[in-house]
């Protein structure tokens, strides 16, 4: 007897080690040939989708690429930050096919090649998802008006919302964030022309960030916890060569001083003597990891430990017909390269996954008709297809700007000339070409411009280009928007996170 239930036990036992592990794949099809998954049931409307894509980096625009391609209608939900963390990089030597590119370059075209193929691009990012019935249930909101939200269903979901970056949680990080304290050394380092800057970590992150400052700033410090660079990055050579960069080992920051709302000081910690010592700094770069953006998916898809999504079966993730790609699944290599590679698979298993519902495509193409060459030639230039925000001046009009759209300054005089001069309140907005969140932001501002036509003047101020008009208004992050009357500040917005109703009632506010 006691012989029987150990080997019903062990049969029990093997039973559910099977059904978490690759085998699974087996009794998921043997359930599917049962109906559990059929199309045919399936109810579609304009807010249902064979496919939707969560992530606008380069694994979900490989996804949804792939997907289009095999004629799945599909959708792709771009979230906070439009091409990932790519776009922050400004030298890029990895990506195949290219000596050296900047990583907005590369996501501009994948964004216009997924485009061309008739994808359905969405400035929104998930706020819940629920697979507990299929279809699936994913609910959205607009990036820049996040009480704006829908509902929408899916027959396969794509996981492709990447990580962001940590903080260091110390005193003065908060309060100096853009004001000194940043994490993208490509959106703000122009900024820091001549100046003392310092990067904290030892990774190939924090070496790419001190490598780009270093052209920049007039002395570069890198703080290191440890006894030596984690770095693998072949830069960081070049790195340890420069004149003008000090690498700090065993130091921790332990906080961040400043004054008149800008960085002067920061506290750093000597992790072998205990020792603290203040380092007079105007800005501070953190460069120390991420954490998986999976806090809406508890619950939702089984974690690991530290919050990455787990895989069963190449991209397949706990949940039939979901799947999840790139820096939410891995911890390890975080490359651009590897990303794309699972944007791949997971669209091809969600094809299978599709075909094996029953689903049928439509007969005809989604390709769109537009000129691919034309596309990415807009992409290039940093043009939003759908929303282009400058155009060409009106004499007519006061200062000679159109009313009712976004005119960009060309020198220093122009824009002195129209804060002093312009009888309406005037709206700056300092950006730069690399920053994700501005490019983000730029369709809202239009918007607004358009809404506030004859009452208000909306102008775009590009701090690479204009650097000493940046410093001139204390700029000290991007996007920042400055709002005068009467020639005089009266408010200013740092960040891009600002929903369309908050922005207008500072505008509101100056009439």
Not at 119 to 128: G, S
């Amino acid at each position: 007897m006691n012989i029987q239930k150990i080997v019903r036990t062990l049969i029990l036992t093997s039973v559910s080690l099977l059904s978490i592990t690759g085998c699974s794949e087996f009794f998921v099809r043997k359930a599917n040939t049962q109906g559990a998954f059929n199309a045919a049931d399936v109810v579609y409307d304009k807010d249902t989708y064979p496919a939707v894509v969560l992530g606008g980096g380069v694994g979900g625009m490989t996804a949804s690429v792939y997907l289009a391609m095999a004629n799945v209608k599909t959708l792709l939900v771009q979230g906070g930050m439009p091409g990932g963390l790519l776009t922050q990089s400004l030298s890029v030597r990895n990506w195949p096919g290219e000596i050296e590119s900047t990583g907005m370059a590369i996501s501009d075209k994948l964004l216009a090649q997924a485009r061309k193929q008739g994808v359905e691009v969405k400035a929104e990012q998930a706020t819940a998802l629920d697979v507990t019935k299929w279809p699936y249930t994913i609910t959205l909101s607009e990036v820049n008006e996040p009480s704006k939200t829908r509902t929408v269903k899916a027959l396969s979901i794509i996981i492709a919302m990447g990580a962001c970056s940590n903080y260091l949680s110390i005193p003065g990080e908060k309060e100096y964030w853009s004001k000194g304290v940043t994490n993208c050394a490509v959106c703000e380092g122009s900024l820091y022309k001549d100046k003392v800057v310092c990067v904290i970590g030892g990774g190939n992150s924090a070496v790419e960030e001190a490598h780009y400052l270093a052209g920049i700033a007039r002395k570069v410090i890198v703080f290191v916890r440890g006894t030596a660079l984690r770095a693998t990055d072949r830069r960081k050579d070049e790195l340890m060569s420069m004149s003008n960069v000090e690498i700090v080992y065993e130091h921790a920051v332990k906080k961040i001083v400043g004054a008149n709302d800008k960085v002067t000081d920061v506290v750093v910690l000597n992790t072998a003597t205990k020792e603290e010592k203040t380092y007079p700094m105007d800005g501070v770069f953190l460069a120390i990891g991420f954490t998986p953006n999976t806090a809406i998916l508890k619950n939702v898809v089984a974690l690991d430990a530290d919050g990455y999504i787990t895989l069963t079966n190449d991209q397949q993730t706990s949940v039939l017909g979901v799947y999840a790609v790139g820096d939410i699944v891995d911890p390890r290599y975080k490359q651009a390269v590897t990303a794309a590679g699972d944007g791949c698979r997971a669209a091809l298993q969600a094809h299978t996954f599709l075909m094996q519902t029953g689903y049928k495509a439509p007969h005809e193409a989604t390709t769109l008709p537009a000129s691919p060459a034309a596309v990415v030639a807009h992409a290039e230039k940093g043009d939003d297809i759908e929303t282009k925000s400058v155009v060409p001046v009106i004499e007519k009009e006061e200062h000679a700007y159109a009313p009712g759209v976004v005119h960009e300054m060309r020198s220093t005089q122009e824009i002195t000339s129209l804060v002093s001069d312009s009888k309406k309140p005037v709206v700056i907005d300092f950006y730069a070409t690399w920053c994700g969140p501005c490019r983000a932001f730029s369709p809202l501002y239009k918007k607004l411009a358009e809404r506030y036509t004859g009452k208000v003047t909306f102008v775009k101020v590009n701090i690479d280009n204009l650097g000493g008009v940046a410093t001139n208004y204390r700029v000290q992050g991007v996007p920042t928007f400055v709002f005068i009357k009467d020639g005089f500040e009266r408010d200013r917005v740092v960040g891009g996170g600002s929903s369309e109703r908050q922005f207008a009632e500072k505008v509101e506010s100056l009439l």
